[in-house]
């Protein structure tokens, strides 16, 4: 004769499997910036409660038509920044940035050569300029989460940062020259964030999670 199993099997087994489920989900971000003036170069918005980018992720950038590629690049501390120049003039990079207790000068770089820089900060990101021309800057971000997303403002606004695991809920949004933005997006939640310049509105960021 079968035997039927204990009537408390099956839905504690359900349960189960739905938390099992829930935990391994991993869902999407979409949002859009809608500036008020004139848009900044870049942005980067990411998820800090993980901790899974490793050393190993060292950022590059470059120099070429006397403007620095990318904008902003994103390593962890302790890598090593590779400086290059992949243009015809000579350049310089360097940084002085009080704010971030960082400084640092790889000195002249003539065409075709490149440098290393110790990156040595962490949680926050880092102006580079170049001294022989002022209006050329970038941006070195210092984080250890691999779930961020680098937005090139000049290209479009809109963005998708896709495979996020639901227990990360915490958002960390930056801007050159804006006030830094943290708050908690849950799975399933929508939010329209105000952006601030000097603590005054320049801005929106609408997101959504899926």
């Not at 839905?11 to 910036?33: D, I, K, N, T, V």
């Not at 479009?156 to 006030?179: A, C, M, Q, R």
């Not at 320049?202 to 997101?207: F, I, P, V, Y």
Request: hydrophobic share 40%; charged share 25%.
């Amino acid at each position: 004769m079968k035997r039927l199993a204990t009537p408390w099997i099956v839905p504690a087994l359900l349960l189960l499997s739905l938390a099992s489920h829930r935990l391994g989900h991993a869902g999407a971000l979409r949002g859009e910036f809608v500036f008020e003036g004139k848009a900044p170069e870049v942005a980067l918005v990411y998820f800090p409660e993980d901790n899974s980018l490793t050393s190993a992720t060292a950022p590059t950038l470059d120099q070429a038509d006397k403007t620095f590629t990318p904008a902003l690049a994103v390593g962890t501390k302790g890598a090593k920044i590779t400086f290059k120049n992949s243009d015809s003039i000579a350049h310089n990079i360097f940084a002085d940035d009080k704010e971030a207790n960082v400084k640092f000068d790889v000195g002249l770089l003539n065409a075709g050569s490149e440098a290393v820089q110790d990156m040595q900060w962490e949680n926050t990101v880092v102006k580079c300029s170049c001294k022989i021309h002022p209006q050329m800057r970038a941006w070195i971000a210092s984080i250890s989460s691999q779930y961020y997303k680098i937005v090139d403002l000049d290209k479009g606004k809109s963005f998708d940062l896709s495979s996020i695991p639901d227990h990360l809920s915490v958002v960390k949004v930056w801007l050159p020259n804006y006030d830094p933005v943290e708050f908690t997006l849950q799975h399933g939640e929508s939010q329209d964030i105000e952006l601030k310049k000097k603590s005054k509105a320049a801005g929106t960021l609408k997101l959504s999670r899926n």
